[in-house]
Every structure is written in C-alpha cells, then in structure tokens.
C-alpha cells in the first residue's frame, strides 16, 4: 500500500507540475528508491524472483523512456508539459527525477545500510562529496566539450553522455557556481546526525500525521511557487 501511495501522489504531482512547471516532485523518487528496495528485500530470499523483477523493471524503463522521450519530441506546444511531467509520473519512469537517480541511490544506500550506521555515514558522506564536486566544478562540462572534439561522433556521443548526466543528477544547470548559494545541496550532510540517531521501531501515528506528508509537499511547494510568481 505503501509503493501504491507513492504512486498515486507522483501521478497527483505531476499533473499539478503539467499546470504550473514546477520541476519538483520528490514522490517520484521516493517511488522509484521504495520498487528498488522491494527488488532488493526480495534478493535475500528469492534471488531468481528478484533477478526476474529487477530484469522486467529494467526493461519497462527502457521501453517507457523510448516512448516519453519520441512524444516529448514530437509533442505540440500544448502537450509539452503533458510529456515532461505527467507522462513519466504515470508510466513510473525514471526520466526527469526530481535530483536525478542520484536520490533514488542515495535512499538504497540508507535501506542497505540501516542497521549499520557506520557504512550508512560512509555511504552518505561520499556520495554527498561526489554529488557536490560534480556540481561546483567544471569537470562535466570540460568533459562534454572534450568528448564533443573527437571526430565523426564527437557531437552525438557528446549529447549521449549529457543524457545520462542530466540522468543521473538532473538539469545540468548552475554546473559550477556556488556551492553557497546555488549547489547548496551539499547541506542535507548536517541532516546525518539526526539520521543516525533514528531508531528503527514501529510507532503508531494517528491517521493525520501518517498522511500529512502527502498533503504537505505539493501544498508548500505550491505556495512557494506562487509566492514567487
């Protein structure tokens, strides 16, 4: 029930971003991080189970990139927004995550390592360091300018690879500014403390605070965006 309500609040927030062209939706991250962590609870009891849905989970992004990215490129106008947003909510794809599929490692990291706090700092703070270098320096773009030199395929391999950047971190924009002011995302490393102090035990909530969360996000971030407009 719980990948469910991923679920319906990805589609619900994608249908609010095909309206405003917010680019956040958190949900669809936390969904794809929450199939990846049932594939993988899976593997310790059913490897050849888990290796079949990990196989056919593969194959449906793939398939359902092809599909987003044709009608995104042959989308009018209007429909833009449709294929951007909305149509990888519905399809469950991992195309335009909100922080890229590097939110969705970091969240198997945190599942993976969960009863070990020694490795799950580990695992944070590095992939936090890689995050932040990739971010506040120049080394991606260097790089794409460099692939893009080579003769013949330089100028499609370079694109390819951009892809699977933007992919893999989202939107390469404020590549190399402030790490201060603009790639701030290096900060959640001061959320660590208050994560290794969690202790994992079932608690009852009471119905509104169990839920609140998904009324919460779209709603703040509506506001915020309305506030900014």
């Not at 499609?156 to 699977?164: G, K």
Request: charged fraction near 10%.
């Amino acid at each position: 029930m719980y990948v469910l309500r991923l679920y319906l609040a990805s589609v619900i927030m994608g249908l609010i971003q095909s309206f405003t062209q917010i680019e956040m939706n958190i949900f669809r991250s936390i969904f794809m991080t929450a199939v990846s962590c049932c594939i993988i609870a899976i593997h310790k009891t059913d490897k050849r189970t888990a290796a079949k849905y990990a196989s056919l989970f593969l194959i449906w992004q793939v398939a359902t990139s092809v599909v987003v990215l044709y009608i995104n490129q042959h989308s009018s106008a209007a429909m833009e927004d449709f294929a951007a947003f909305l149509l990888p909510a519905i399809s469950g794809n991992c195309l335009n995550l909100d922080g890229g599929i590097f939110y969705v490692i970091l969240g198997i990291a945190f599942y993976i390592f969960r009863d070990d706090k020694r490795n799950l700092a580990f695992s944070f703070c590095g992939l936090t360091a890689i995050h932040t270098f990739c971010n506040t320096t120049h080394y991606l773009f260097a790089l794409l300018y460099r692939v893009k030199l080579v003769p013949v395929i330089g100028s499609e391999l370079s694109d390819a690879l951009e892809f699977f950047f933007e992919l893999g971190m989202g939107p390469l924009i404020g590549i190399g500014e402030s790490a201060l002011y603009v790639n701030y995302s290096w900060m959640m490393i001061f959320s660590l403390p208050i994560i290794l102090n969690y202790k994992s035990q079932k608690i009852r909530y009471v119905r509104f605070v169990k839920y609140f969360f998904y009324f919460y996000y779209p709603s703040h971030i509506l506001l915020l965006h309305f506030l900014a407009v």
